[in-house]
Each structure stands twice: as C-alpha cells, then as structure tokens.
C-alpha cells in the first residue's frame, strides 16, 4: 500500500469493510494508520461506527462532529491535508456515488500536487448490488466519481459479495465481472476480497474480516 489510500465505490458496496480490515493489518504490523470517515452523506454503515475497534489496535479515526448523531450535517472538521504528510498511513473512506465525492474535490489539488507517487484511488465494486450489476454501469459511476472528485482511480477492488448469503461460488462467479471492469478501465485489479472462513485461492486475493453489517445480524 502507498502512503494514501482512497476508497471510493456504490453506495453498499462494502468500502467501509475494506477500509477497516486495511486499517486494523496496518496497524497490527506496527504501522501508524489514520482513518478518515469522509461520508458526508450517509449516517450508516461508516467508518465512525468503529472508534472503540479502532482505539483498541491504536488506529487513530478522524471524522465529523456531527458523525453518528441525529444531525445531518455535512461538516469536515478535520485538516485531511495536514494528515496527508504526517507519518504513516491514511486511509480515506468516501462517501458512496459521486454525491459522496463531491467534497473530495476540494482536496484534488493538494494530493495531486504533493504526493502523487504516493497516492492510490481504489474504485470498489460488487456484481451483486443494485444499479453496478453489469461491468458498464459500474464503469460509469466510476466516471462519474473521478469527474465530481477531480481525481482519477488507480485500481479496481473486487469487493462482490451478498452479506450473509455470499458463498465461495458466490465471489468465483464474480471474478469475470471485475475484470471486466479491470479491462475496460485499463486499471489495475488490485486485489479480490473473501471471508477469512472460505478456503479460496485467488490471484491477488485478500482473506478479510465481515466488520460491518445489518443490525439484525450484529
């Protein structure tokens, strides 16, 4: 992993989960992480959610104010670009679609200008959500993301899963779509997800934990 990492996809298509799991192996490999919960529109299923974890493995959290309470307000009160060159590893969870990248364009510059070398923009896909479920709808929200964010992507995570129906078969059946996507994109399949409890090989696999899901299934 560069120095930077921004994860940006569709709403639901499971940014947050990589971004912890990325956050918590950094950390316990004796690497100094800061997450930033950027979702300035959508007041579940982030980042925020997991301060106590975070706390727990010496991640430090950086989000809104207003993050996690009954306020809808759409606030950064926090210095993402002094984070930027400060030691160790910051992660940036975006909010989904580009309705949740709008506000990472006012950074564009700053990143773009300083640490390119040491930036990446991993786009998030999953075959199995609504509105991404054919390689040329995923690629044009893709799009729509990099022209609202001012950024371009630089990898493909495969995040395809169903939540406590995915199987093994479920994420094999999805390998083509993302590479797919890979393809059309000319960009980089960065890694494909799975459940640590499934017994898959995959090229440029990555075996995580299922941190955030449904309440009924906490």
């Known amino acids: 992993m560069k120095k930077i990492t921004i994860i940006t996809g569709h709403y639901g298509s499971g940014k947050t989960n990589l971004a912890v ?9 004796g690497e100094h992480v800061t ?3 950027f979702d300035i529109v959508n007041p579940y299923f982030r980042t925020a959610d997991f301060k106590t974890l975070f706390e ?3 991640v430090t959290l950086a989000a809104s104010m207003y993050a996690n309470t009954s306020l809808d307000i759409p606030a950064i009160s926090f210095d993402m670009e002094r984070m930027a060159y400060e030691p160790g590893y910051l992660i940036v969870d975006v909010g989904g679609d580009d309705a949740g990248a709008i ?3 006012r ?6 200008s300083y640490v390119p070398d040491q930036l990446d923009m991993w786009y998030v896909v999953n075959r199995y959500r609504y509105l991404t479920e054919e390689p040329k709808e995923a690629l044009q929200l893709m799009y729509e993301i990099e022209s609202v964010s001012r950024m371009r992507h630089t990898g493909i995570v495969n995040n395809s899963n169903l939540g406590r129906e995915t199987t093994a078969q479920t994420i094999l059946e999805a390998i083509p779509y993302a590479q797919e996507i890979a ?3 000319d960009l ?3 890694c494909q997800t799975y459940q640590k ?8 696999g990555l075996a995580v934990d299922v941190y955030v899901k449904p309440v009924w299934e906490q």
């Open 21 to 29: 799991n990325l956050a918590l192996r950094l950390a316990d490999a």
């Open 183 to 185: 393809a059309k994109a």
């Open 107 to 112: 950074y564009a510059n700053g990143f773009l």
């Open 35 to 37: 997450v930033v919960d």
């Open 188 to 190: 980089p399949l960065v």
């Open 197 to 204: 409890d499934f017994d898959l090989s995959l090229e440029n």
């Open 103 to 105: 506000g990472l364009g």
């Open 56 to 58: 727990q493995h010496g």
